[in-house]
C-alpha cells in the first residue's frame, strides 16, 4: 500500500509564507512525477505544480508562478511546497500527488497516487 502524506499545513495571514512537505511510505519515490494540487471550498481541484523525478522539469499554475516552488529530496524521500506572498484566494485543502509513468501525468491531473490533504488557511 502506498500512502502519501502531506504536513505543513495551518492558518496564515496573507504576505506570510508556509512550506509544504509530502513524505511518501512504504516505497521510494525517487522515481516518481511528484506535484500538488488543491481544492478550495466549492470550487473542483486544481493543478498547482509538479517536478519531474529527476527535478529536471518543473511545472506552475498561472496562479502561484513567482510565488510557489517545488522542490524534491531524493535522499530523504520527500517533496516540499514553499509558498511565498501567500494570497487569501490560495486558502485550500493541499494535496500531494505522484506517478511513475512521468510528469506531464501529473501535469494534466491524472496521477497515481494521492494524498489526503492539509489544510491551508490565508485570512486577509
Known amino acids: 500500500q502506498v500512502h502519501l502524506v502531506e504536513s505543513g499545513g495551518g492558518l496564515v495571514q496573507a504576505g506570510d509564507s508556509l512550506r509544504l512537505s509530502c513524505a511518501p511510505s512504504?516505497?521510494?519515490?525517487?522515481?516518481?512525477?511528484m506535484g500538488w494540487f488543491r481544492q478550495a471550498p466549492g470550487k473542483e481541484r486544481e493543478f498547482v505544480t509538479a517536478?519531474?523525478?529527476?527535478?529536471?522539469?518543473?511545472y506552475y499554475a498561472d496562479a502561484v508562478k513567482g510565488r510557489f516552488t517545488i522542490s524534491r529530496d531524493s535522499a530523504k524521500n520527500t517533496v516540499s511546497l514553499q509558498m511565498n506572498t501567500l494570497k487569501a484566494e490560495d486558502t485550500a485543502v493541499y494535496y500531494c500527488?505522484?506517478?511513475?509513468?512521468?510528469?506531464?501525468?501529473?501535469?494534466?491531473?491524472?496521477?497515481?497516487?494521492w494524498g489526503q490533504g492539509t489544510q491551508v488557511t490565508v485570512s486577509s
Open positions: 500527488a505522484a506517478d511513475d509513468v512521468g510528469v506531464l501525468r501529473v501535469r494534466n491531473g491524472h496521477p497515481k497516487y
Open positions: 512504504g516505497r521510494t519515490f525517487s522515481n516518481y512525477a
Open positions: 517536478i519531474s523525478w529527476n527535478g529536471g522539469r518543473t
